[in-house]
Each structure stands twice: as C-alpha cells, then as structure tokens.
C-alpha cells in the first residue's frame, strides 16, 4: 500500500522560500510507472495544479508557478519536495503531493491514485 506524507513549516514569512516534502512508503519514488505532483487549494478555492515529476523522470510546472518554484526528489530517502520562492499571502493554501500510475503529470488530479492528508501552509509576518 502506497502512501504519502507531507511535512514542512504551516506558517511561512513574505520573500521566504518555502519547502514541503513528501515522504513515499510502499513504492519508489524512481518508479518509472508513477507520477509525482504538488496541488494545493487556497481556502474557499479551487485545486491548482503546480508541477511535478512524470514517469519520464522529467519535472514539468506551471506556467503561472515555473519561475518560482523548484521540484526535485531524494532517492535516499524517497521523498520529492517542493520549493516556492518569494512567497506572498496569496501562496496561503494547504498543499497536497500526489502519485498517479501511468497517468500524465499533467493529467486531471481526480485519475491519480495516492494522496498525502495536506498540509497548511500560511504566509504572514
């Protein structure tokens, strides 16, 4: 059984980077067959996709997102994280990691089949 668990800080200060992990247990997180992705939802609004690791091994982020975030994984420890630079109030959300079986990275978050509790994240100094 795959699962999935998200740590990092739940408050965060404007101009800092922020960094989740998600820690994997019952699979590797260098399975060529999974795909690894970030989401998070502010309060009161929709899922956001914001990047990810394909089965091809290859990061892929949002357009919105691509200039400040960063995602990378640790075969050491199988986990992947994820780093957001500078960030506002506006990045206030819980963030969620995912893994899907041969699914697209890109593809709707409702086809992926594991998903870590969420974790809030708030910006505010």
């Known amino acids: 059984q795959v699962q999935l668990q998200e740590s990092g800080p739940g408050l965060v200060k404007p101009s800092q980077t922020l960094t989740l992990t998600c820690s994997v247990s019952?699979?590797?997180?260098?399975?060529?067959?999974?795909?690894w992705i970030w989401l998070r939802q502010p309060s009161g609004k929709g899922l956001e996709w914001m990047g990810g690791?394909?089965?091809?091994?290859?990061?892929y982020y949002s357009p919105s997102l691509e200039s400040r975030t960063s995602i990378s994984r640790n075969t050491s420890k199988n986990q992947f994280s994820l780093q957001l630079s500078s960030v506002t109030p506006e990045d206030t959300a819980v963030y969620y990691c995912?893994?899907?079986?041969?699914?697209?990275?890109?593809?709707?978050?409702?086809?992926?089949?594991?998903w870590g509790q969420g974790t809030q994240v708030t910006v505010s100094s």
């Open positions: 019952g699979d590797s997180i260098t399975a060529t067959y999974i795909a």
């Open positions: 995912g893994g899907g079986i041969r699914v697209g990275v890109k593809s709707n978050s409702a086809t992926y089949d594991y």
């Open positions: 690791i394909g089965t091809d091994g290859s990061t």
